[in-house]
């Protein structure tokens, strides 16, 4: 037994002298999966069938203390486990790459939007609220040849959303006398008796579809519900993509969410308790988690709040540097132009400058009275004080990087005392921001900066906002319009008896009029400013009777907010009862 010894401990000194002078090729693989981050889940976990028969004719005893100073390593641990990566957990750390390649060949998916909206709505004299019941509901198709399974798989999703909101506001409509009669006052406008259901996209590409829908209803006699649900697909299979299928490692990535919680701050502990439950779902061993894909991030969701408020809790977690743990195929390839989704920390991870390197660019001070501050890889600027740049800014509530045509402009979305924000940009530049101007604010998530849609003030008809359709210019990063037709749909009814002029659709006039009479309940479609004209239809019940008629827009010289006017009297002359619902 001592011979066997001493032949073992002699065969140690050897192979540990062979260790100093030259790595075994075992070390070798096991270095290049530990900085590989594209190999995670494709290394194969190593054969451990000869180490356990040597085991077996070795006596327990004699190993133990060999055991207990010499650790395994990674790989060996990892071997242990199953061959479903996403079930390890086994260092529950997040690892920074030493180097991230990123490509822009994937083909942007381009997509039509359209929409289908009913209302009706009934007033009796100009001291009396306008009691009205709304629906709105939104889908897109896919333009790109193939991608078949995904167009009829969303293709059926959308169809069903459209069908249940009809469904819903037709049972309104059956019951609006019931319901008008039983009202109490604060039961009147739109949003009291109005269903909505709403696509919003986050990323539509050749590798991810990932998009969100929300349904709002709010009822007279039920009050106000949400209901949001978030999807991702393959676009070329149309299968789900799950959690699961790209995180390879429960421990760690649960590990990198819980790095984003604040620590000690009670102001928001319900958000942080919410994040962290979140982070131990998946840690324990399930993925059933809300969550969309971004170009750069996985967002995580969900709903909570007392009963009648529901709020929505949410954690972007940042992946470049989380090679370790999670699937980056999923995101290290990109269309030509493409936008990135802030993390929790208000950051992003990208390599901005092209040299296989990861950046980061993190903002901080995006309170009222704080001084804005970036740090781009360690150096810090100060971009001031928002507040004397934009009039009653209150904070930044959301900040987005796009790439345009090999640019990177950051835009700021800042909560100010008009219904619209105001969204600062700033180019980054060799490693400097500039400010290269500002706008009102986006409609939904940019994903696509070549089609977009852009919100401006717009007081006509209720105080609301108009939709724009752009895209981002390359120079400056601001939006440039397609058309000069700008959506909006608000309600009110009329104070007196209007006779309009009616125009063609090229926007000239027929020579024919109509009368609009007096508490006519009608319905702003949106306004063409290269036409001057806003487009209104009355409303009935039955929408067949309804009529189309259009006024000319006045603009105010010193902003974009239009404004109708008829024998000199401006639109709260001429309407009442106004709201909207956008």
């Known amino acids: 037994m001592k011979r066997c010894i001493s032949i073992l401990l002699t065969s140690a000194m050897i192979l540990s002298l062979m260790g100093c002078a030259k790595e075994t090729e075992e070390t070798k693989k096991k270095k290049k999966k530990k900085t590989t981050t594209t190999e995670v889940t494709e290394t194969e976990a190593p054969d451990t069938s000869e180490t356990e028969d040597t085991s077996e004719t070795e006596d327990s005893s004699e190993t133990e203390d060999t055991s207990e100073t010499e650790a395994p390593t990674e790989t060996e641990a990892s071997s242990s486990e199953t061959e479903d990566s996403s079930a390890t957990g086994s260092s529950g750390n997040a690892s920074d790459p030493s180097s991230v390649k990123l490509t822009h060949d994937l083909e942007l998916l381009t997509l039509i939007e359209d929409s289908e909206s009913h209302a009706y ?10 009691f009205m019941i709304s629906s709105y509901c939104n889908s897109f198709e896919i333009c790109n040849p193939g991608y078949a399974e995904l167009k009829k798989e969303i293709g059926q999703q ?16 059956d019951s609006f006398s019931d319901n008008k009669a039983n009202a109490a006052p604060d039961d009147y406008f739109a949003k009291d008796q109005s269903i909505s259901t709403t696509i919003e996209i986050m990323r539509a590409d050749s590798k991810v579809f990932s998009y969100e829908r929300s349904v709002y209803t709010w009822l007279a006699k039920d009050g106000y519900s949400f209901t949001s649900t978030c999807y991702n697909y393959d676009p070329n299979t149309g299968d789900l993509i799950e959690l699961k299928d790209i995180i390879t490692d429960k421990a760690a990535f649960a590990d990198a969410v819980m790095a984003y919680c604040p ?15 979140m982070a131990d779902t998946i840690r324990n061993g399930s993925f059933e988690v809300e969550f969309l894909i ?13 009963e009648g408020y529901e709020q929505t809790y949410s954690c972007a977690v940042s992946v470049m540097e989380l090679g370790n743990c999670v699937d980056l195929s999923y995101f290290t390839s990109t269309p030509r132009d493409y936008a990135l989704m802030s993390d929790y920390s208000n950051g992003f991870s990208w390599d901005f400058d092209g040299d296989g390197k990861l950046d980061r660019l993190e903002f901080e001070g995006t309170g009222w009275g704080s001084t804005l501050k970036a740090t781009y890889n360690g150096t810090t600027t100060d971009l001031g004080n928002l507040e004397s740049e934009l009039d009653g800014y209150d904070s930044v509530i959301s900040i987005y990087m796009i790439s345009i045509d090999d640019n990177y402009f950051v835009y700021l979305s800042c909560s100010t005392e008009d219904p619209t924000l105001h969204t600062l940009v700033l180019r980054l530049n060799n490693g400097k921001l500039e400010k290269t101007g500002t706008f009102s604010q986006f409609s939904d998530y940019p994903y696509n900066p070549n089609n977009l849609g852009v919100d401006i003030r717009g007081d006509l008809l209720g105080t609301g906002i108009f939709e724009k359709e752009c895209y981002l210019s390359s120079d400056n990063g601001l939006p440039l319009e397609y058309t000069g037709f700008y959506e909006k749909e608000g309600i009110g009814a009329t104070k007196r008896k209007m006779t309009l002029g009616l125009f063609d659709e090229d926007g000239n006039p027929t020579g024919k009029s109509i009368t609009i009479p007096a508490n006519t309940c009608v319905k702003l479609i949106g306004i063409d400013i290269e036409k001057e004209l806003a487009y209104f239809v009355t409303l009935n019940k039955d929408e067949s009777k309804n009529q189309e008629f259009q006024m000319v827009i006045r603009k105010d010289q010193d902003s974009e907010y239009f404004d109708v006017t008829f024998d000199g009297e401006s639109s709260y002359e001429l309407f009442y009862g106004c709201t909207y619902y956008d």
């Open 121 to 130: 709505a009934e007033a009796a004299d100009p001291d009396t609220p306008v």
């Open 158 to 173: 959308f169809e069903s959303n459209i069908r249940d909101t009809e469904e819903a506001y037709n049972t309104l409509l």
């Open 263 to 277: 620590k000690d701050d009670p102001q928001i502990q319900e958000e942080v308790d919410t994040i962290k439950a």
């Open 294 to 306: 971004y170009q750069n991030s996985i967002l995580l969701k969900k709903t909570g709040g007392e």
